[in-house]
């Protein structure tokens, strides 16, 4: 069974910086795209950062030059290092990962129950 844990969430000060990081386990085959997601409260969920298994990265445009995703393939493991938060960060993280279902490039989307990060003095 596909499992997708993060952790790394808390309470920071604004300026702050912060860790998120997101493991797969529970299968053998090949993991396409993982990445970061967030939902602030009252609002719809949005992607932050993602990351393909070639390394190809999209930042979100509020985030560029404060955050960065890197990526272990051999532990399909991401982190997202964020430097410079601000009260607008605060959301509730999910990691997103699309894993394949066999040998091609069909791929089932699975997600974290996401990590709380609250920015605030």
């Known amino acids: 069974q596909v499992r997708v844990v993060e952790s790394g969430g808390a309470l920071v000060q604004p300026g702050g910086s912060l860790s998120l990081s997101c493991e797969v386990s529970?299968?053998?085959?090949?993991?396409?795209?993982m990445g970061w997601h967030r939902r602030a409260p009252g609002k719809q969920r949005e992607y932050v950062a993602t990351?393909?298994?070639?390394?190809?990265?999209y930042y979100k445009e509020p985030v560029r030059g404060r955050f960065t995703i890197s990526r272990d393939n051999a532990n399909n493991r991401i982190v997202l290092d964020m430097k410079n938060l601000k009260p607008e960060d605060t959301a509730v993280y999910y990691c997103?990962?699309?894993?394949?279902?066999?040998?091609?490039?069909?791929?089932?989307?699975?997600w974290g129950q996401g990590t709380q990060v609250t920015v605030s003095s």
């Open positions: 997103h990962a699309a894993v394949a279902l066999g040998a091609g490039l069909q791929f089932e989307d699975y």
């Open positions: 529970g299968t053998s085959n090949r993991v396409f795209r």
């Open positions: 990351v393909s298994r070639d390394g190809d990265i």
